[in-house]
RNA sequence: GCCGGGGUAUCCUAGCCUGGUAGGGAGCAGGCCUGCUAAGUCUGUGUCCAUGGGACUCACGGGUUCGAAUCCCGUCCCCGGCGCCA
């Protein structure tokens, strides 16, 4: 009895597959085949066993033989059987491989409590916090998008500054000069921008360790056997960089090395939950995203980002992600920047998580919240790719395969284009949230209250 | 990068030269024994397919062979030494 999910859909009640596939947009017919050659496949692997168990008899018989005569001819079956074992073997293998390829092909099972729909705009509100400043022209996008949610806001005339305009004004962001170098999507982060980033990160470090999560820089590189458990494959010519002539991939996020790291261990049940905080530097190519956010740094193939990541029993998996957006919520209101929770649409979250809720910031400029972290559970999809699986102790029979989730905690660039446009003041300086400031006041040449604009400081 | 040593089940370890059911110990679980505990003793302890059982598993992938943990080739990882290095 197999404890992975999609695979006991898939020999007791493969509908569920189909209604789930159908609902984030994917091929259903995959699952008909996958129902085929795992059958087919239980029936290879019977009769070949059954062939191998001849086989070995023979060849025990073989050893044990004095007399010749009896012992030639006994080779002689053994040949024959093992010939008839090689080409089982084959079969299966094959086999194995097809039905394992549509297996992973089927995309994690949508949770019955995800809302309908293709794209963003199908999203559903599940809370708002904070007061938006909207500009007067973006009112109407604005409301309809709250979809019947009443929220405070507050009107303005003028037109709102973008965190590109602020950054080339302030001087302390140069996107030019980076793409000289490396091309768009770089950037350099100058004087206080660099404690801002800093202080981001060990803001969202401090807290989440708080909640008992264990602080973790992981490897910044992975192997592709790792990479193909913890995402599926056709990510990877989309998003990932590739070192040349080495099995090697730039991470995307620290979420991938978490994951990654007890591929093939059986973890004891006293020991979960697991819960990580990554830090580490993420890469990404950003293909397919051309013309989107082109200016800037909202999207970029370079930033750092604090994670958490949970491995925890199957029964907690459901509480874990509701605890995880709490979380979440706590971290980010006291940033005093306007937020909505929302819960994506079937069709429009990855299909490694069975749910996904985003938490999105307000940008003033674009009159509209963007996501700034997103918080999955995995359930079982990523562990059964990584085969990590829970029992009572080492050693004995594993239960099944343990859960895992992850949210973005903050995503320090593109969490500083967001506090750009919200604290930006009439006079250019920008108030830095209070929660960053003991984070900055060890440092002699960190700012203490606002981020200054180059041309505004004194030599 | 070079030389040497290694990778056996939850852990430790034997077996490899000389191919023929992977042995022992520890831990853990259960049974027996015991007034209780300890000791003793027996059974079990990974994966998969089936429910009479069977197959697979000695880092990974090939090869030789009727038969490979064992012999041959390749790859990965770990340890030690040398070299290089922030």
Known sequence: MSAWSILTAIREDPEILRVSQQRRGLDIDIVEEAVRLDTEWRKTRTDLAELQRQRNQVAQQIGKTKDKEKKDQLIQQSKQLSEKVSVGEQRLVGLEKTRLDALRTIANIVHESVPEGIDETEARPEKYVGKPRIWKDHLDQFLESAQEKKVDYELVDEQPKSHYDISEESGLIDTARAAKVAGSRFYYLIDDIV?????????????????????????????????????????????????????????????????????????????????????????????????????????????????????????????????????????????????????????????????????????????????????????????????????????????????????????????????????????????????????????????????????????
């Open 195 to 459: 404690w801002l980033d800093l202080g981001l990160a060990l803001y969202a470090l401090d807290n989440i360790t708080k909640h008992g999560f264990k602080p973790l820089i992981p490897p910044n590189m992975l192997n592709h056997a790792a990479y193909s458990g913890v995402t599926d494959i056709t990510a990877f010519e989309d998003s990932l960089y590739k070192l040349e002539n080495q099995d090697l991939y730039l991470i995307a996020t620290s979420e991938h090395p978490i994951a990654a790291q007890h591929m093939n261990e059986v973890l004891e049940i006293k020991e979960l939950p697991l819960r990580y905080a990554g830090y580490s530097p993420c890469y990404r190519k950003e293909a397919g995203a051309h013309g989107k956010d082109t200016k800037g740094i909202f999207r970029v193939h370079q930033f750092s980002k604090v994670e958490m990541f949970v491995f925890c029993h199957p029964d907690e998996s459901w509480d874990w992600i509701e605890k995880m957006i709490a979380i979440e919520e706590a971290i980010w209101t006291p940033l005093n920047i306007p937020f909505r929770i929302v819960t994506l649409p079937s069709g429009d979250f990855s299909r490694v998580a069975s749910k996904t809720y985003d938490l999105e910031l307000w940008m003033p400029s674009q009159g509209r919240y963007r996501e700034f972290v997103s918080c999955s559970n995995c359930t079982d999809y990523q562990s059964y790719r990584l085969n990590i699986r829970f029992a009572e102790k080492r050693g004995h029979p594993t239960k099944g395969f343990v859960h895992t989730l992850n949210s973005t905690v903050i995503a320090t660039t593109r969490s500083i284009t967001t506090i750009l446009e919200n604290n930006v003041q009439p006079d250019g300086r920008i108030l830095i949230p209070k929660p960053l400031l003991p984070y900055l006041k060890p440092i002699e040449s960190a700012p203490d209250k606002y981020i200054t604009p180059m041309h505004m400081k004194k030599k």
